[in-house]
C-alpha cells in the first residue's frame, strides 16, 4: 500500500499547522517523519488518520508500489483504519477500566453467536504481545500498568488491525533501551512483510539505526521530502530541523561537594509498592540520575517520597531533618521540593486551563495582592519562562490540551521553575522534545544544578543519563543494586550502568543496600 500526499495545508486559528507539506509512503519502508516541536508532525499524523480534515491539497492511496491514483478524504479515524492506516498517537488512547487484553481487541472485537468472543479477544492479545515479546498480565487492567508498558500496550493495539500503514508518534518515549530495540525489530519485521512503518521521533539515533527515508518539517512545510536517509548525516538532519547550523553542547564531569549535609536523603526507605532499604542522597549542586528498567520501581520511589504512595519504612531527610511528606503540595510549601512528572497529560499540565494559569499555579500565593492574583502578573511570569525555555505559543490565553506534547513538557518545568525550590525531582525530563530543545533542557538542568538546586533525574534515555548525572544511582527489582561515579565516557559507563541494570554487580559500584 502507497499513500502519496501533496500539498497538504491545515489552519487553526491563528495558526498555519501545515502549509504544503508534501509525503510519500512506500511499501516496505521506515519512513522518519522528523521536526522540531510544533513543526507540524502532530498534525499531519491526524490528517492521515481522519483527526483532523485537512484544508487543503490531496491524500492518494494505492495498493503495491505504483503511483496511487484514488483520491481519499477520511471523515473519521475508522475510515483511515478500514483503508489500513493505524495509529499510535504520543498520548495515550487507552480505556483505563478494561483489561489489557480487553484494549487490544478492542477494534477489532471478535464475536460470537452476536456476544463478544472472550476466547477471541484473548487470542489477538497474545498474538500481539508475542510480537513484541512481551509478557503482561491479559486481565489486569491497564490502569494499574506504568506508562511505559500503556505505550506497549498502545502499540500491540494498532498491530491488532493489521495496518498496512504504521504511523508510531513517539513510540520509545517511555521505553529503556533494551524495549526499545524490542520495538525495533517488531518493526523491522513488518517491513520485512511489506508494511510501510512511519516513525515520529526526536531521538535521531533510532531514525538512523532504523529508518530509510526521511521527511523534514519546519513551520509546517516540508524542508525534505521523502529523501533516503543514507544520504543525510545527523548534522544535516538536524540543521534541516532547526533551519541553522546546531551545535550540541558536550557536557563535562564537574566537581560536586558532598562534605555538605544532603538537601535530600532516603535512609532504609521502604514502600507499599514493595520498596525494601533504599538509601539515596543529594546533594546541593548535584544531579543524582536513577536508572533502571521499566518496573525496576523508579518512579514508584519517587511518588513514594512526595506522599503519592506510602513509605513504611526508614526515614526521608530534607537538610539533614526527618519529615514525613504527606503530598506534592506539602512537599513544595513545607519544604521547596517540585515534581516534574513522566506522565504530563495526566498529572503534569491543566489540559482545560490557560498556559497562564498553568505555569503560575505554584506561586499564586506569591503573585496575589488581597487574596486575587492579577491577570497581568501571570501573563509576566509566563513571559519569562516562555523566553528561558522556548515555548511556542498562539498566544498567553491559549489552552494547554492544544500545545505540542513538547511544549505541554516545558509548560510542566516552568510552573516548578517559578516556585524557586531547592530540590527538584524531574522524571523523564525531555519525553517528545525536540533535538535543539533537548539540548537546552540539559544546559538548563545543569545551570539549575550550578546554581545550587538538588536535582534528582530519573530517565530511561541513556545517552542523557550519561550527559548529566554526577553520580548515577541504578534500581533493579524496586532495590538499589548500585551506585556509579560518572565519567561521562559513554561507552564505560554504558556497561557499568547495564550490568547494573540487570542485577550484576559492576566492578567499580558500591555494594547495594
Same mark, same amino acid.
Given at each position: 500500500?502507497?499513500?502519496?500526499?501533496?500539498?497538504?495545508?491545515? +489552519?487553526?486559528?491563528?495558526?498555519?499547522?501545515?502549509?504544503?507539506?508534501?509525503?510519500?509512503?512506500?511499501?516496505?519502508?521506515?519512513?522518519?517523519?522528523?521536526?522540531?516541536?510544533?513543526?507540524?508532525?502532530?498534525? *499531519?499524523?491526524?490528517? +492521515?488518520?481522519?483527526?483532523?480534515?485537512?484544508?487543503?491539497?490531496?491524500?492518494?492511496?494505492?495498493?503495491?508500489?505504483?503511483?496511487?491514483?484514488?483520491?481519499?478524504?477520511?471523515?473519521?479515524?475508522?475510515?483511515?483504519?478500514?483503508?489500513?492506516?493505524?495509529?499510535?498517537?504520543?498520548?495515550?488512547?487507552?480505556?483505563?477500566?478494561?483489561?489489557?487484553?480487553?484494549?487490544?481487541?478492542?477494534?477489532?472485537?471478535?464475536?460470537?453467536?452476536?456476544?463478544?468472543?472472550?476466547?477471541?479477544?484473548?487470542?489477538?492479545?497474545?498474538?500481539?504481545?508475542?510480537?513484541?515479546?512481551?509478557? *503482561?498480565?491479559?486481565?489486569?487492567?491497564?490502569?494499574?500498568?506504568?506508562?511505559?508498558?500503556?505505550? +506497549?500496550?498502545?502499540?500491540?493495539?494498532?498491530?491488532?488491525?493489521?495496518?498496512?500503514?504504521?504511523?508510531?508518534?513517539?513510540?520509545?518515549?517511555?521505553?529503556?533501551?533494551?524495549?526499545?530495540?524490542?520495538?525495533?525489530?517488531?518493526?523491522?519485521?513488518?517491513?520485512?512483510?511489506?508494511?510501510?512503518?512511519?516513525?515520529?521521533?526526536?531521538?535521531?539515533?533510532?531514525?538512523?539505526?532504523?529508518?530509510?527515508?526521511?521527511?523534514?518539517?519546519?513551520?509546517?512545510?516540508?524542508?525534505?521530502?521523502?529523501?533516503? %536517509?543514507?544520504?543525510?548525516?545527523?548534522?544535516?538532519?538536524?540543521?534541516?530541523?532547526?533551519?541553522?547550523?546546531?551545535?550540541?553542547?558536550?557536557?563535562?564531569?564537574?566537581?560536586?561537594?558532598?562534605?555538605?549535609?544532603?538537601?535530600?536523603?532516603?535512609?532504609?526507605?521502604?514502600?507499599?509498592?514493595?520498596?525494601?532499604?533504599?538509601?539515596?542522597?543529594?546533594?546541593?549542586?548535584?544531579?543524582?540520575?536513577?536508572?533502571?528498567?521499566?518496573?525496576?520501581?523508579?518512579?514508584?520511589?519517587?511518588?513514594?517520597?512526595?506522599?503519592?504512595?506510602?513509605?513504611?519504612?526508614?526515614?526521608?531527610?530534607?537538610?539533614?531533618?526527618?519529615?514525613?511528606?504527606?503530598?506534592?503540595?506539602?512537599?513544595?510549601?513545607?519544604?521547596?521540593?517540585?515534581?516534574?512528572?513522566?506522565?504530563?497529560?495526566?498529572?503534569?499540565?491543566?489540559?482545560?486551563?490557560?498556559?497562564?494559569?498553568?505555569?503560575?499555579?505554584?506561586?499564586?500565593?506569591?503573585?496575589?495582592?488581597?487574596?486575587?492574583?492579577?491577570?497581568?502578573?501571570?501573563?509576566?511570569?509566563?513571559?519569562?519562562?516562555?523566553?528561558?525555555?522556548?515555548?511556542? +505559543?498562539?498566544?498567553?490565553?491559549?489552552?494547554?490540551?492544544? %500545545?505540542?506534547?513538547?511544549?505541554?513538557?516545558?509548560?510542566?518545568?516552568?510552573?516548578?521553575?517559578?516556585?524557586?525550590?531547592?530540590?527538584?525531582?524531574?522524571?523523564?525530563?525531555?519525553?517528545?522534545?525536540?533535538?535543539?530543545?533537548?539540548?537546552?533542557?540539559?544546559?538548563?538542568?545543569?545551570?539549575?544544578?550550578?546554581?545550587?538546586?538538588?536535582?534528582?533525574?530519573?530517565?530511561?534515555?541513556?545517552?542523557?543519563?550519561?550527559?548529566?548525572?554526577?553520580?548515577?544511582?541504578?534500581?533493579?527489582?524496586?532495590?538499589?543494586?548500585?551506585?556509579?561515579?560518572?565519567?561521562?565516557?559513554?561507552?564505560?559507563?554504558?556497561?557499568?550502568?547495564?550490568?547494573?541494570?540487570?542485577?550484576?554487580?559492576?566492578?567499580?559500584?558500591?555494594?547495594?543496600?
Amino acid at each position: 500500500m502507497r499513500v502519496v500526499c501533496t500539498q497538504l495545508v491545515k +489552519l487553526f486559528p491563528g495558526v498555519r499547522a501545515l502549509d504544503g507539506v508534501d509525503l510519500d509512503l512506500r511499501p516496505g519502508t521506515v519512513h522518519a517523519l522528523l521536526g522540531e516541536n510544533g513543526a507540524g508532525k502532530s498534525t *499531519l499524523i491526524k490528517v +492521515l488518520t481522519g483527526v483532523h480534515k485537512a484544508d487543503g491539497g490531496t491524500v492518494l492511496v494505492g495498493e503495491g508500489d505504483d503511483e496511487p491514483d484514488r483520491p481519499v478524504v477520511f471523515s473519521g479515524p475508522s475510515d483511515a483504519q478500514t483503508a489500513g492506516i493505524g495509529v499510535v498517537h504520543q498520548e495515550r488512547n487507552l480505556v483505563p477500566a478494561f483489561s489489557v487484553a480487553e484494549n487490544i481487541a478492542l477494534q477489532a472485537l471478535p464475536s460470537r453467536a452476536g456476544l463478544v468472543d472472550r476466547a477471541g479477544v484473548r487470542e489477538i492479545a497474545r498474538r500481539c504481545l508475542a510480537m513484541l515479546d512481551l509478557d *503482561l498480565d491479559l486481565d489486569r487492567p491497564v490502569a494499574e500498568l506504568s506508562v511505559a508498558h500503556m505505550q +506497549l500496550v498502545e502499540i500491540a493495539k494498532a498491530l491488532a488491525t493489521d495496518s498496512q500503514v504504521l504511523l508510531l508518534d513517539e513510540p520509545t518515549a517511555s521505553l529503556t533501551a533494551e524495549e526499545a530495540d524490542r520495538l525495533y525489530d517488531v518493526v523491522r519485521r513488518l517491513r520485512e512483510q511489506g508494511h510501510v512503518v512511519v516513525l515520529v521521533t526526536h531521538k535521531l539515533e533510532e531514525v538512523f539505526a532504523i529508518a530509510d527515508v526521511v521527511t523534514v518539517l519546519r513551520d509546517g512545510r516540508s524542508v525534505a521530502g521523502s529523501v533516503p %536517509l543514507s544520504s543525510l548525516t545527523r548534522s544535516d538532519v538536524v540543521d534541516l530541523m532547526v533551519g541553522r547550523a546546531h551545535t550540541e553542547r558536550e557536557l563535562q564531569a564537574r566537581e560536586v561537594d558532598r562534605s555538605t549535609t544532603p538537601a535530600l536523603e532516603l535512609r532504609g526507605v521502604s514502600t507499599s509498592v514493595g520498596h525494601r532499604d533504599v538509601d539515596l542522597a543529594v546533594h546541593r549542586g548535584e544531579i543524582v540520575g536513577l536508572y533502571g528498567l521499566v518496573g525496576a520501581g523508579r518512579s514508584e520511589l519517587v511518588r513514594a517520597l512526595l506522599g503519592l504512595d506510602s513509605v513504611t519504612g526508614g526515614s526521608v531527610l530534607v537538610d539533614g531533618r526527618s519529615v514525613t511528606i504527606r503530598s506534592v503540595g506539602d512537599a513544595l510549601r513545607r519544604h521547596r521540593i517540585g515534581y516534574v512528572t513522566e506522565n504530563r497529560k495526566e498529572e503534569g499540565v491543566f489540559l482545560t486551563q490557560t498556559v497562564t494559569r498553568n505555569v503560575a499555579v505554584t506561586v499564586w500565593d506569591r503573585l496575589a495582592r488581597l487574596g486575587l492574583v492579577a491577570e497581568r502578573r501571570e501573563r509576566d511570569l509566563l513571559a519569562t519562562y516562555q523566553e528561558r525555555l522556548g515555548i511556542r +505559543l498562539s498566544g498567553p490565553t491559549q489552552l494547554a490540551g492544544q %500545545l505540542s506534547g513538547g511544549n505541554q513538557q516545558k509548560i510542566s518545568l516552568a510552573k516548578w521553575l517559578a516556585a524557586d525550590c531547592s530540590v527538584l525531582v524531574i522524571d523523564e525530563p525531555t519525553v517528545g522534545i525536540d533535538v535543539r530543545t533537548k539540548a537546552a533542557f540539559h544546559e538548563l538542568i545543569v545551570q539549575l544544578s550550578e546554581q545550587g538546586l538538588a536535582i534528582l533525574l530519573i530517565s530511561s534515555d541513556l545517552p542523557e543519563m550519561v550527559a548529566l548525572a554526577d553520580r548515577v544511582a541504578v534500581m533493579h527489582e524496586r532495590r538499589l543494586t548500585g551506585e556509579v561515579e560518572n565519567s561521562h565516557d559513554y561507552a564505560a559507563m554504558s556497561g557499568r550502568i547495564i550490568r547494573l541494570v540487570h542485577g550484576e554487580q559492576a566492578a567499580d559500584a558500591p555494594p547495594a543496600a
